[in-house]
């Protein structure tokens, strides 16, 4: 007999070809990646989140609580839901909703009886507004959507996923006639502030379309592409690699697949990988073959069509980076520091690594750490920041005062320009803490050097753009084997003693080499550009 088909609410955001193997009889076979220990981190670090939001509501929220653990079998768990729903339970954590209503499978952190029926609350660990106005929201323990109101200092941070698992919660009420009459949702964040509120009606999508409207769109598309997976029809997705790939547990099998007929998508993602096959250009090596000269087949959007010919024509050659300007220059100066910082998710930045290097100021050449070991978040993050700008602000006014030329070097200036304004919002007027502007000066001068823009602008990646595919072509090799940003995480949460754990004093010195090697990686990979770069391969040559 035929098993019906379920989709659960992360399907309408997932790859579409994802959809087809979890629904492919046949794809039971094929070989996963093995699970990553730090997507699974973050989802026992969700789970206590979860947790602690839990134990907070059901202390400050009077009304009937049904609890519904999610340790007990899938079965156990519908039955308790669907109790507490017949009894008009007033709130009820953990349901899971009978599964089969619309082909759809799945609950939420919490269904809350308002107006006559129920509506869902999310509770995730991520945020979801952003400062300035116009989120409706309530305090974090009101769950009467009838307190609800504009909040003047907050807006909605995008996180279109959280509206399609209300949309398909709601869907899911609508079927067993537990919904309310109006549409709405709440979401309840990392920082746990606010309760926010979304009207699941309102045009507030791309076309003028509202989050019931795209769920519904999605899920009409993905339980096509699931029916036919189940009864073995053509399939309705081929795979193409995007950004979701990078961890999706069947890309094993997917970058098989491509690799096997040499997918035009393995160099140009997205919609100009799949408007190039519409015109025929559907392999690596057909791409590689026009003339970057010629305007593309296609309406180009990401980038030079000319970088993609040049990429494809790399990527035959086996080559990890080209040149793309006929000679590399990036900027130097007398006196020189790289840095890195390490955070932890949102949780603030605890470590900010320098190296000097250059000319003699009177301070001490060499790798510097400005750390907290204090389980983040925590108001020691401030001194270790006080710390590090006033050793960085004291390096060039030395440089300054021996009339010389200062620049400081980071790879990818997003991310440690988000935590030197965040540590400055978050810290202001402690003991050492720059005032705003003082900040804003320093990223908007010459001074502050991002190599990734340098990398970006003057090579072509084949195989992606990061420090750590990057710096090994100029030489460098980090001392830890399982070095990388993921990983990281994994030793903070030893090193600092997360979840009432002792602290790993080893963990603690893996983490400082960790990020000295970054800054030298930073300072090899510079070093590389300043010269030996304008030997490889320039993509005018391939």
């Known amino acids: 007999m035929q098993t019906q088909v379920l989709l659960d609410a992360g399907a309408v955001s997932r790859c579409r070809r994802r959809v087809h193997l979890e629904n492919d009889p046949a794809a039971r076979e094929f070989e996963l990646a093995a699970p990553d220990p730090a997507a699974e981190q973050r989802i026992s670090d969700a789970a206590a989140h979860r947790d602690e939001i839990r134990r907070r509501l059901v202390a400050a929220v009077p009304g009937t609580w049904v609890t519904v653990s999610r340790e007990l079998p899938a079965g156990e768990r519908v039955s308790i839901t669907e109790q507490a729903l017949a009894e008009g339970a007033t709130y009820i954590w953990g349901g899971l909703l009978p599964p089969g209503a619309g082909h759809r499978r799945g609950g939420a952190e919490l269904l809350v009886r308002t107006d006559g029926g129920y509506l869902p609350v999310l509770v995730v660990r991520h945020r979801i507004t952003d400062p300035g106005t116009g989120a409706v929201t309530t305090p974090p323990t009101d769950l009467d959507p009838a307190n609800a109101a504009v909040d003047e200092k907050r807006k909605v941070r995008s996180q279109p996923r959280d509206q399609l698992r209300l949309a398909h919660v709601r869907r899911m009420l609508e079927s067993l006639g537990h919904a309310t009459a109006r549409p709405l949702g709440a979401v309840i964040g990392l920082d746990a502030d606010v309760v926010l509120w979304h009207d699941l009606s309102a045009q507030t999508w791309p076309g003028g379309r509202s989050a019931l409207q795209e769920y519904d769109a999605r899920f009409a598309d993905r339980m096509a592409i699931a029916q036919a997976a189940?009864?073995?029809?053509?399939?309705?997705?081929?795979?193409?690699?995007?950004?979701?790939?990078?961890?999706?547990?069947?890309?094993?099998?997917?970058?098989?697949?491509?690799?096997?007929?040499?997918?035009?998508?393995?160099?140009?993602?997205?919609?100009?990988?799949?408007?190039?096959?519409?015109?025929?250009?559907?392999?690596?090596?057909?791409?590689?073959?026009?003339?970057?000269?010629?305007?593309?087949?296609?309406?180009?959007?990401?980038?030079?069509?000319?970088?993609?010919?040049?990429?494809?024509?790399?990527?035959?050659?086996?080559?990890?980076?080209?040149?793309?300007?006929?000679?590399?220059?990036?900027?130097?100066?007398?006196?020189?520091?790289?840095?890195?910082?390490?955070?932890?998710?949102?949780?603030?930045?605890?470590?900010?690594?320098?190296?000097?290097?250059?000319?003699?100021?009177?301070?001490?050449?060499?790798?510097?750490?400005?750390?907290?070991?204090?389980?983040?978040?925590?108001?020691?993050?401030?001194?270790?920041?006080?710390?590090?700008?006033?050793?960085?602000?004291?390096?060039?006014?030395?440089?300054?005062?021996?009339?010389?030329?200062?620049?400081?070097?980071?790879?990818?200036?997003?991310?440690?320009?988000?935590?030197?304004?965040?540590?400055?919002?978050?810290?202001?007027?402690?003991?050492?803490?720059?005032?705003?502007?003082?900040?804003?000066?320093?990223?908007?001068?010459?001074?502050?050097?991002?190599?990734?823009?340098?990398?970006?602008?003057?090579?072509?990646?084949?195989?992606?753009?990061?420090?750590?595919?990057?710096?090994?072509?100029?030489?460098?090799?980090?001392?830890?084997?399982?070095?990388?940003?993921?990983?990281?995480?994994?030793?903070?949460?030893?090193a600092v003693g997360m979840n009432g754990a002792e602290p790993e004093p080893g963990q603690r010195t893996r983490l400082l080499r960790y990020n000295e090697d970054d800054v030298r990686a930073t300072k090899v990979l510079r070093e590389w550009m300043s010269g030996p770069a304008n030997e490889i391969p320039y993509m005018g040559d391939l």
């Open 230 to 494: 189940a009864t073995v029809s053509p399939a309705l997705a081929e795979p193409s690699r995007i950004l979701e790939c990078r961890s999706c547990p069947w890309w094993p099998t997917c970058e098989a697949q491509l690799r096997s007929i040499r997918d035009v998508s393995l160099v140009v993602r997205g919609e100009d990988a799949m408007e190039l096959r519409r015109a025929g250009v559907s392999t690596v090596d057909k791409l590689a073959a026009l003339d970057p000269a010629d305007e593309a087949p296609i309406p180009w959007t990401s980038g030079s069509f000319a970088d993609a010919v040049a990429l494809a024509r790399a990527w035959l050659a086996d080559l990890t980076v080209v040149r793309k300007v006929p000679e590399v220059r990036v900027p130097r100066a007398d006196v020189e520091v790289d840095v890195d910082m390490e955070s932890f998710g949102e949780s603030g930045a605890y470590l900010w690594g320098c190296l000097l290097s250059g000319a003699d100021i009177g301070l001490q050449h060499g790798y510097r750490a400005f750390v907290t070991w204090d389980p983040l978040p925590t108001v020691d993050e401030a001194r270790s920041f006080a710390e590090f700008w006033a050793w960085l602000s004291e390096v060039r006014e030395r440089t300054a005062a021996a009339g010389l030329t200062f620049r400081a070097y980071c790879y990818n200036a997003m991310a440690e320009n988000r935590w030197l304004f965040g540590s400055v919002e978050r810290f202001g007027g402690r003991d050492g803490i720059p005032p705003k502007r003082e900040i804003q000066s320093f990223v908007d001068s010459d001074e502050w050097v991002d190599l990734f823009r340098g990398v970006s602008d003057q090579f072509l990646c084949a195989h992606g753009k990061g420090l750590k595919v990057v710096a090994p072509v100029a030489g460098f090799s980090w001392r830890d084997p399982e070095a990388g940003g993921e990983a990281s995480m994994r030793w903070y949460r030893a």
